[in-house]
């Protein structure tokens, strides 16, 4: 079965750290970007951060930029987000999605091909 599976969320406090991760099974992640994304309630899914295949490329939306690190492990067929210094209004359910072609815009979510179930974040004191 084809899948991609977040892991890593929960409630911590203003100013602590959380990471993501996101396993593919059942394909290789090697051929793909990897973006994450998230999604308050009532508000639209925004583009987190990307990687490109290699990892040689790298974006951040403007709200994480310098706290949030994106990466990638291929030989462990899994990607990661590092969240620093996390801020209440970074709750959200985070989710990954995997796209084999290049994007002109990496935070275009119709392009991807494959998304996991997401994974809650909460900051809160």
């Known amino acids: 079965q084809v899948q991609l599976v977040e892991s890593g969320g929960g409630l911590v406090q203003p100013g602590g750290s959380l990471r993501l991760s996101c396993a593919a099974s059942g394909f290789t992640l090697d051929p793909y970007a990897i973006g994450w994304f998230r999604q308050a309630p009532g508000k639209e899914r925004e583009g987190v951060s990307y990687?490109?295949?290699?990892?040689?490329?790298?974006y951040y939306t403007d709200s994480v930029q310098g706290r949030f690190t994106i990466s990638r492990d291929n030989a462990k067929n899994t990607a990661y987000l590092q969240m620093n210094n996390l801020k209440p209004e970074d709750t959200a359910v985070y989710y990954c999605?995997?796209?084999?072609?290049?994007?002109?815009?990496?935070?275009?979510?119709?392009?991807?091909?494959?998304w996991g179930q997401g994974t809650q974040v909460t900051v809160s004191s």
């Open positions: 990687i490109s295949k290699s990892g040689g490329r790298t």
């Open positions: 999605a995997a796209v084999s072609t290049y994007l002109r815009n990496p935070w275009n979510v119709d392009a991807y091909e494959y």
